[in-house]
């Protein structure tokens, strides 16, 4: 078989973290770690999708361990986030204390901040502590566009149709 040389180096890319065997995970909230890379279908409009079923991070009241599952999906522009370093920067929550809402609506503003998308949601999905659960949503459309008003669409019916939570 041919050896092919993508080019997907640290060298060439830009990234420093995919592929990095001795990666230092973060004690605390960390935005740093974010990496990009470039969109190679900008002229398409198409969503990313990630889903983060075991995010932890600590209540700021009591230190008690918070448990979700976190859902990022965005609509890329020119720059797209690198998975290895998303990962990072969820995990860097472990120790983090803030409310729900604290830490889906941080993560979407590092993320708008980090690539400047055409649109973002996070959806957070905490296990219940005390017989109740949280599930904080966020969303964001860039300003003067289609995105904004889906946006705010999206935002008035995203849970008009909530799913069936058997495992809470």
């Given at each position: ?47 990313v ?19 979700a599952?976190i859902?990022i ?71 003067g ?14 849970d008009m ?8």
């Open positions: 078989m041919e050896n092919i040389n993508l080019g997907r180096n640290k060298e060439n890319t830009g990234l420093e973290l995919l592929g990095e065997k001795n990666v230092v995970y973060k004690d605390d909230y960390a935005p740093e770690v974010l990496e990009t890379f470039d969109n190679k279908h900008p002229d398409n409009d198409y969503f999708k990630f889903n983060c079923p075991e995010f932890t991070s600590l209540c700021p009241i009591t230190g008690q361990p918070d448990f599952t859902t999906s965005y609509i890329p522009d020119v720059k797209m986030v690198e998975s290895k370093s998303l990962k990072l920067y969820l995990f860097s929550f472990r120790n983090h204390g803030d409310f729900h809402e604290d830490c889906v609506n941080m993560i979407m503003k590092d993320l708008i901040k980090l690539m400047d998308p055409k649109y973002i949601e996070v959806w957070g999905k905490f296990l219940p502590r005390g017989g109740i659960s949280i599930d904080p949503y966020c969303n964001y459309g860039r300003p566009t289609k995105w904004e008003t889906m946006a705010a669409e999206r935002l008035m019916k995203h149709y909530p799913e069936v939570v058997d495992n809470r």
